[in-house]
């Protein structure tokens, strides 16, 4: 397999036998472009790279060989206007096609694509464009995108607009114009690899404002991990992770390890999400392979299976935040399949896994990926013993550094906060259990301190989410003169209830008790009509409980 040229062994028996024998292979100067795209052009020109649909049931299928040659165009334009290898440009293209034609175009340049929402506002873009100095901005031609970059203080020195008429200070991305044949891969310092910065992206920024993360060109390898190990895909999958080509999700499902794997990746553009639509597109072109969010899970749930053949997928994958057994069990009984879940950061490729030898433990992270050396450590960084809670810390010493993880910040005193003497601090806390597979906690400005215990908010929201009446919550603590801290519930109900009724929070608080560790109930509970979150839909616990600290 295609794989097999990146890998000193690619079969395993066991999750054993994958941690300790599963070694990546770089070649010299490795650009994904040129060792990727294009050697899957040359050596299988008709296999599908991309099967792109929207919500208006147009389509579009393109092939290894037309996608090589579509970003050779794309890279002669760029060049036409000046790029060069260190350029920052930043994409605003949602899910239309034209997105990973322009990847690849950059990186056979090595011109750094700082994806971005599509949800940015003004302010967002303004704070973007000076943090990166970026110099280019390619976006969709979208009303309410246009006028957000317009109206935005910091502008870069171009804007170029996907299709569609031309908005006034704005040029149009015209590739089509130019031949492929004509394009020539750089030379010398002008050829971008290895240590060189291939990738940017802007973190969630829950905790702080966002920071960039700079990734250089041997990140698209660690996907190897994501792609043939954690998503298990094989030559011939169709494979379709729901996310915004905003996101460092993108990078984990859409592209480097999904090619490498030699699966196709399939790609829904909507506008609005619909759940019996996804269905219907699972249905009409039969994916083989499916990774979202739980609360993707979730809302698929309430729709009617037995309206679609859905017995295409074999594979069904979750990351961005751990798993809550009701919706597992529940998928579980009207599919026959299991969801794997994945653990990482935009920092990241996946570090931690459910993989396909060993039985899921339903909201656990996994185990680690085949050459990440992770520990869990207390705040002196001593190793915690199997049940103790810490944080979560990648050791980088020597040649322990994995493939995929992330060159540094932009700023270097995020960089210095972060990486310490060989060791990177995720800020995630999280326990190892005797069998070695980890839990999350929380972040580490999330967890709560009550009465000598330290407790995460997933645990106590997951039982939470299994009340009939909640929609969703973030669970925060709040000072407390006894406990230190007592835990405080914010809501959603769901609109069959109603928030000044006392007898339910006390049969929630309950319902709770009964669920997990009595300690662990809400106290407090407020109920709101909606929750503070990022553009990435993160709740922002620390505007919650900022707010309580005011009050």
């Known amino acids: 397999m295609f794989r097999d040229r990146f890998l000193t062994r690619s079969e395993f028996k066991s999750y054993d036998d994958y941690k300790a024998n599963c070694r990546i292979r770089k070649p010299n100067n490795f650009n994904f472009a040129y060792d990727v795209l294009d050697a899957l052009a040359d050596e299988k020109p008709d296999m599908v790279a991309l099967y792109w649909v929207n919500d208006k049931d147009e389509k579009i299928i393109i092939t290894f060989k037309e996608l090589s040659d579509l970003s050779k165009q794309a890279a002669l334009f760029w060049q036409d206007k000046g790029l060069k290898k260190g350029d920052h440009v930043m994409f605003v293209l949602k899910r239309h096609w034209q997105f990973w034609v322009n990847m690849m175009a950059l990186c056979r340049l090595g011109v750094i694509p700082i994806p971005a ?70 030379q010398g310092d002008d050829f971008a690899s290895d240590n060189d910065v291939m990738l ?34 094989v030559p011939g999958d169709l494979h379709l992770t729901l996310s915004d080509s ?79 057994p009701e919706i597992f069990n529940k998928f579980k009984e009207m599919t026959d399949l299991e969801i794997k879940e994945g653990f990482g950061q935009t920092e990241t490729t996946v570090m931690l896994a459910c993989w396909p030898w060993d039985e899921p433990r339903i909201g656990s992270m996994g185990k680690p990926a085949a050459g990440w050396n992770i520990q869990i450590v207390d705040q002196d960084d001593y190793m915690c013993e199997p049940g103790e809670t810490g944080e979560v810390v990648i050791r980088l010493e020597g040649e322990a550094r994995p493939f995929g993880i992330f060159q540094r910040y932009h700023l270097d005193e995020y ?43 997933f645990e106590v929201e997951s039982a939470l989410m299994e009340h009939p009446a909640v929609v969703e919550c973030a669970v925060t603590g709040v000072p407390d003169e006894i406990r230190g801290q007592a835990i405080k519930a914010t809501i959603i109900l769901d609109k069959k209830f109603k928030p000044g009724d006392d007898a339910l929070k006390k049969d929630i608080q309950n319902f709770v008790k009964k669920i997990t560790a009595p300690y662990k109930y809400p106290r407090v509970i407020d109920f709101v009509d909606d929750l503070p979150k990022t553009i990435s839909g993160k709740i922002i616990r620390r505007e919650i409980r900022s707010k309580d600290s005011q009050e």
């Not at 940017?200 to 660690?222: N, Q």
């Not at 999700?249 to 699966?263: F, N, T, V």
């Not at 392979?289 to 069904?316: G, H, M, Q, W």
Request: with cysteine; hydrophobic share 35%; aromatic share 16%.
């Open 117 to 186: 929402t599509y949800l940015l506002t003004a302010h967002d873009v303004s704070y973007r464009v000076s943090e990166a100095n970026v110099k280019v901005i390619l976006s969709v031609n979208d009303t309410v995108i246009i006028n957000a970059i317009n109206e935005s203080e910091a502008q870069p020195q171009m804007k170029i607009v996907l299709d569609g008429e031309v908005p006034n200070g704005w040029q149009s991305f015209e590739y089509e114009k130019y031949n492929h044949n004509d394009f020539k891969k750089p």
């Open 200 to 233: 940017a992206y802007f973190t969630s920024g829950t905790a702080s404002y966002p920071k960039l993360t700079i990734h250089d060109f041997t990140y698209p390898l660690g996907h190897i991990n994501t792609a043939c190990y954690w998503h298990d895909l």
């Open 415 to 457: 960089t210095e906060k972060s990486l310490k003497q060989g060791i990177y601090h995720t800020g995630d806390v999280a326990y190892c259990d005797e069998d070695g597979f980890y839990w999350f906690v929380g972040r580490n400005d999330d967890v709560i301190k009550s009465s000598g215990y330290r407790i995460g908010p």
């Open 246 to 324: 905003g996101w460092a999700k993108c990078s984990w499902g859409k592209l480097y390890g999904q090619w490498i794997a030699e699966a196709t990746v399939f790609v829904y553009d909507f506008e609005k999400f619909v759940p019996e639509e996804l269905l219907v597109m699972i249905d009409k072109h039969k994916i083989t392979s499916f990774c979202a969010p739980p609360t993707v899970y979730r809302f698929l749930l309430l729709e009617d299976f037995n309206k679609y053949d859905i017995s295409s997928l074999k594979k069904l994958r979750s990351a961005g935040e751990p798993l809550n």
